[in-house]
């Protein structure tokens, strides 16, 4: 079975300040991994992704997320929030052979200026 | 930059009508997907479209449901007769490949409210 979670419901930081964006996974074999940010009346865009490599994968907006195996995780970073990037993110598996994304039930990111 | 549609933003409809939700996925990709998000909840999965036949569908995908792609631009999700829990968000999908190392692209969702 699949299934992600994102202990979070809400994260709130400081415009400047580096956010994170906590998200654990449970896949058999190996995990492809997905960040997906929806603004609002906006679909979920696409944001990055860990297939295979460098744990550090850098996508859209500057946003990049760290992949650690050993923990299950895949937490959403960011150096220097910016007001902007206040939004609903997602984090998404997808099993090898898999057809579908799994998702978690997302954190909204709220950044104050 | 190429962008999935879905119509309408938001529908209402009395319990037990039928609805037909639509999409119109990025021109050139191949593989079609509905997903629903209740209230509060997570995003799930409801079935997968490649090739006019269904590759893929969940338990959620009963027999009150169904998907067609009448053209060569829209894809359709329709709900025989609607239940209240029903109610939800239904993002379309679409992707140019089908395997786990590609991203779906997303539609900004149709609200379905059943009274």
């Known amino acids: 079975a699949q299934s992600v979670a994102q202990p979070e419901d809400q994260v709130k930081v400081a415009e400047g300040n580096p956010l994170t964006v906590k998200c654990t996974y449970s896949v058999s074999g190996n995990p492809y991994l997905f960040w997906y940010v929806q603004y609002p009346n906006r679909g979920l865009q696409f944001l990055l992704k860990y297939i295979t490599g460098d744990n550090l994968v850098k996508g859209s907006y500057g946003f990049e997320a760290e992949f650690n195996k050993s923990q299950t995780s895949f937490h959403l970073k960011k150096p220097s929030a910016l007001v902007s990037d206040s939004a609903l993110y997602f984090c998404a598996v997808r099993g090898a052979g898999a057809n579908n994304l799994f998702f978690g039930t997302g954190t909204r990111l709220t950044v104050i200026p | 930059e190429p962008e999935v549609t879905q119509t309408p933003s938001h529908q209402v409809t009395q319990m037990g009508q039928e609805v037909i939700l639509r999409c119109v996925p990025i021109s050139n990709h191949l593989y079609f997907y509905w997903y629903r998000q209740i209230l509060g909840q997570k995003v799930e999965f409801l079935v997968s479209f490649y090739n006019n036949e269904i590759s893929e569908k969940s338990e959620i995908f009963d027999d009150q449901f169904s998907v067609e792609r009448p053209d060569g631009s829209n894809f359709t999700l329709k709900i025989r007769s609607t239940k209240l829990e029903d109610s939800a968000m239904y993002f379309c999908?679409?992707?140019?490949?089908?395997?786990?190392?590609?991203?779906?692209?997303f539609g900004p969702g149709t609200r379905l409210t059943v009274l």
């Open positions: 999908a679409s992707g140019a490949r089908d395997n786990a190392y590609n991203e779906q692209f």
